[in-house]
Structure formats: structure tokens, C-alpha cells
């Protein structure tokens, strides 16, 4: 097995610019907090680090996730359930499985791009995400509390057809794309 870490795609190309992005980001912010002179620099750091212990087991077990997903789910039953050929069922699927997603991107997006590695089609992978950000049931409970029970049912009732929407388009206009790059 002599693969570089950029063919396994360990280090993917595409996540260059927004990590540039992001750190010339962090370091512009610590500059700032550190020239004010007040510490804020070091609050912030202080306060990156308890969100890092927070969220890294929750992140390392999404990741764990859609890493088995990929290896572990047989690709014909992928491609049975959420492949090309499986249409609206495979759209509903995916929009039903985004539903019941909990957390927040750094737990949807891993388990999306294990989806699509393991085989599924654009329109599933689609509405499974659209699903997750409109719909996610896990965040009810959030929304009732903070919004109300009547503006909730609203944007759940509004929200219900969008990820098989967005699925039955993303089908339709964009199966033709390769999303594996295989």
C-alpha cells in the first residue's frame, strides 16, 4: 500500500483555502484582542479550549461515523436504498434520515460525505442535508422554547416539502456529477 495522504484524499486540496481563510481569521482576532492590552487574547484562547473538549468526543465519534459508514455499509445496499437508481424513495429516505440528524454541521457533514463515498446519488445527499438544516427534530425542543409552539409548527409545516424539493432538483439538474472525484 504505497498511497501519499493526497491520494487518500486524508488531506483534500479543496479545504485549503477555507482553513487559509479561517486561520488568517484567528490570527487577525488574536492580534487585535492582544493589542488591546486587556488579555482578551488569552480569554479567547481560554475559551476555544473548553469549546475543543466540549466538542471533540462529539466530533470524533461523527467522524468514527462516516468513516464506518463508508466501510462497513455494502455499496449495493447504498445504491438499493440511496443510490441513482433509487428515485424518490432514495430522496425520501435521505430526507427523513436528515430529520433525525442530531448536532450541529460537524456531525451532518461527516455523515453526508459518508453517504456519498458509500455510494449515495445527489438528490438523497441533498435532501438528507436540506432535511438537517430545516427540519431536524433533535432542535424541536429548542425552537418550542425559544420561539413557541405556533412559530415552530409554521417553519416545520413550511420547511416539509423543501428537502424533497431540493432533492428532486439536485436529481434532476446535477446527477450526472461525480461527487467522489473516483
Known amino acids: 500500500m504505497n498511497r501519499t495522504i493526497w491520494n487518500e484524499k486524508i488531506l483534500k486540496p479543496n479545504l485549503l483555502a477555507p482553513t487559509l481563510v479561517m486561520a488568517t481569521l ?8 492582544y493589542s488591546k492590552g ?5 480569554n ?11 466538542i471533540l468526543p462529539l466530533l470524533l465519534c461523527a467522524f468514527i461515523v462516516a468513516g464506518m459508514m463508508n466501510e462497513l455499509i455494502p455499496r449495493e445496499k447504498v445504491a438499493q436504498f440511496v443510490g441513482k437508481e433509487s428515485g424518490w424513495t432514495g430522496i425520501l429516505i435521505g430526507a427523513v434520515a436528515g430529520s433525525f440528524t442530531p448536532g450541529g454541521p460537524f456531525i451532518c457533514m461527516p455523515i ?24 431536524a427534530f433533535t ?22 416539502f423543501l428537502p424533497l424539493l431540493a ?4 436529481q434532476l439538474f446535477f446527477n450526472h456529477v461525480n461527487l467522489t472525484g473516483k
Open 26 to 33: 484567528a490570527v487577525v482576532l488574536l492580534y487585535v484582542g
Open 112 to 135: 453526508a460525505a459518508g453517504m456519498v463515498h458509500a455510494g449515495a446519488a445527489i438528490g438523497p445527499a441533498v435532501a438528507y442535508l436540506t432535511s438537517w438544516s430545516l427540519l
Open 167 to 170: 432533492g428532486g432538483i439536485a
Open 44 to 54: 479567547g484562547l481560554k475559551y476555544a479550549y473548553r469549546l475543543l473538549i466540549q
Open 139 to 160: 432542535r424541536m425542543p429548542l425552537e418550542v422554547g425559544l420561539l413557541g409552539w405556533k412559530l415552530t409548527a409554521i417553519k416545520f409545516v413550511s420547511g416539509l
Open 38 to 42: 486587556e488579555g482578551q487574547h488569552l
